[in-house]
Each structure stands twice: as C-alpha cells, then as structure tokens.
C-alpha cells in the first residue's frame, strides 16, 4: 500500500512539473510590448451595407510600414479571386499603396493588442444588438501571436471594432486628381 501510495504521489508530482514549466498555456500573456519586425501584419476588411452596392475596404499593414488599401464596390477588394466578372461593378476598385514609418506600425499594432485583440478571455464586450449594415473583421499575426476569427467585431468588441475603424480611415486618403463620384 505503502508502494502504491509513493508512485502515486511521484506520478502527481511529475504531471504538476510538466505543467508548470512546459506548458505555457497557463501564463499565456495576451499584453505584449510590441517589438518592431516585418514579420508581423493586420489586415482589416470593412464593409458598409448600408449603400446599394456594397462599400468595401481591406487594409493591410505589415509591421515593415507598406500598408495597402483596397476599396471599392467590387467583390475584387476583399476576394482576389472573386468570379463575378459580369457584375456591374467588377471593375471598381481602388488600390494604393502606401510606406510609413515602421515606428508609427508599432504603436498602432500597440494600441490594438492593449485594446485586447489577443484577449480570449474577455468579457462583457459583446453588445446585444446586432450592427446597422457594418461589418469589420480582423486577422493578425503580431509577435508570433495570432487572431484570425470571422466575427463582426461591431457585436464583438465595439471598442476595438472602432479603432479598426480610425485605422482605415486613417489610411484611406483621397488619391489626388481623382474626381469625386456622382
């Protein structure tokens, strides 16, 4: 019994070590100081139903400081290998290309991981009432941390889902010579 009772405890022992020091799980911190690589990116897509057709907007930022904005009703902006070739509005789409300053990536891919991108653990963020017509979604691979889920974060986190928002309006400039559409 004596026997049995020191294997028993030898095994719990182990399988406390294993998880304390292997299992990274536990402590997983979704908080991180954001250190400066291109190896990390976002890209954002953004839609607004409320307009007939369809205002779209994918942005992607990679932590080097290219950002490109695509926007435009066609499905072309959010789908690269959209089949709607026939579709009155196949051929609107805009596309720029834009470099920062890889400092000014960091602080915003900051200012979404301290808004709890990585945050699973999260509560009380979600709203009750579903979005009027909007619809943003975000991927991220940021500090080999990843987030890749095709939520509407207007009913998810409306707080994150709004600076999702000012970062596409930050880099969704006019290009210059363009006429305004009627």
């Keep these: ?5 020191s294997k028993l405890r030898l095994a719990l022992a182990v399988a406390a070590c294993a998880a304390l020091a292997g299992c990274g799980l536990f402590w997983d911190d979704p ?6 690589s ?21 942005l992607r930022v990679n ?10 009703t066609s499905r072309l902006v959010s789908d690269n290998f959209a089949k709607d070739y026939d579709s009155a509005t196949w051929d609107d789409v805009y596309e720029q290309r834009i470099n920062v300053d890889p400092q000014h990536v960091v602080d915003l891919f900051q200012g979404l991981v301290n808004k709890g991108l990585f945050d699973k653990d999260k509560i009380f963020t979600s709203t009750k009432t579903p979005s009027p017509g909007r619809f943003v979604a975000v991927r991220a ?42």
């Design 31 to 36: 908080y991180v100081t954001v250190t400066p």
């Design 63 to 72: 932590g080097a400081g290219m950002v490109e904005v695509k926007s435009g």
């Design 141 to 182: 691979n940021i500090d080999n941390k990843t987030y890749s889920e095709p939520k509407n974060q207007y009913e998810e986190d409306p707080e994150l889902a709004e600076l999702l928002h000012n970062m596409i309006l930050e880099f969704r400039r006019p290009v210059l010579g363009r006429r305004p559409r009627q």
């Design 38 to 58: 291109a190896l990390n990116w976002v890209e954002i897509h953004y839609y607004n139903a409320q307009f007939e057709p369809i205002r779209r907007v994918n």
């Design 1 to 5: 019994m004596k026997l049995k009772t």
